[in-house]
């Protein structure tokens, strides 16, 4: 099975700890609408969701917002989870559940490997993984075309800290990112090599791209967590760690431009979420 070694054996640390569930945002409700949207008409939809993680996403699927105005009964009818770090399976268990007449499950696999039967799936989403198909994209797209039926959906969204929007998010995430030691990021594009795959052209057809911007309330304890929470951080030392730590309480102190919520230490962090939808030929 194909998985890049530090995302199993960081994120598997982080999803046992918890730390990765506590620390990482969840979705817009306007991105959440749009899929459920994109989804009408296939009535108990069948899903796949791979990398999972602590089941952040699929518990906005199970469970979504008012706002949205769904519930996921009738519109989904199971999610099977395919997660290849054990840590972040446990997590995902023990907080991850379905309302009544919806099947979940979860199971080891990769994007190279979905322990599923052919023309399985209504959609197939991910949320926060498939840059780590890096390089392995063409045999990643096989593999999804070959579950999904035709005119099947394939999601894959992403949360980014959006350093456009002020001066210390950006900072913040060069205090960070100059530890990504080459590893894959979405911030780095490199999962755009799809379209340039042939697997892509034979098996889908029309893409669309939503982007969303927000603002999430979160600490400075929040900020750090979020940041421990990365794996290219999760896999440094302890006193490498500490010294992030110590860097990014220093400009979030020297911060004057952030918007205070309320006098508790709660701030509005900004955020910009992508949706990329990609439909199987019929």
């Not at 997590?91 to 559940?97: I, K, S």
């Not at 080891?108 to 498939?130: H, L, M, R």
Request: charged content about 25%; overall charge negative.
């Amino acid at each position: 099975m194909v998985v890049h070694a530090l995302a199993k054996s960081a994120f598997s640390a982080s999803g046992k700890s918890g730390l990765y569930d506590r620390a990482r945002p969840s979705y817009p409700i306007e991105a959440i609408g749009e899929i459920f949207k994109l989804l009408a008409g296939r009535k108990h939809a069948s899903l796949i969701e791979l990398g999972p993680g602590t089941g952040i996403f699929t518990r906005m699927l199970l469970h979504p917002p008012n706002e949205v105005g769904l519930t996921a009964s009738g519109h989904i009818g199971s999610i099977l989870a395919v997660e290849p770090a054990e840590g972040m399976r446990q997590d995902f268990e023990r907080n991850t559940h379905a309302p009544q007449g919806i099947e979940l499950s979860i199971k080891d696999g990769s994007f190279t490997e979905i322990p599923a039967e052919d023309s399985s799936a209504d959609a197939v989403v991910i949320a926060q993984a498939f840059h780590w198909a890096h390089p392995h994209y063409d045999a990643s797209i096989k593999e999804i075309a070959r579950v999904l039926r035709p005119g099947g959906l394939w999601c894959m969204i992403w949360n980014l800290e959006d350093r456009e929007a002020a001066q210390w998010v950006a900072k913040i995430r060069d205090a960070y990112e100059q530890h990504e030691k080459g590893t894959p990021q979405y911030r780095l594009a490199w999962w755009k090599q799809i379209y340039n795959e042939p697997s892509y052209s034979q098996h889908f057809v029309q893409s669309q791209h939503f982007t969303y911007r927000r603002e999430i309330p979160t600490t400075v304890d929040g900020v750090v967590d979020r940041a421990l929470s990365k794996s290219f951080i999760t896999d440094l030392s302890e006193s490498d760690q500490q010294q992030v730590e110590k860097n990014l309480r220093k400009i979030l102190a020297e911060a004057t431009d952030k918007k205070a919520l309320d006098d508790q230490g709660h701030f509005a962090f900004p955020y910009r979420t992508d949706l990329y939808v990609f439909e199987k030929k019929a």
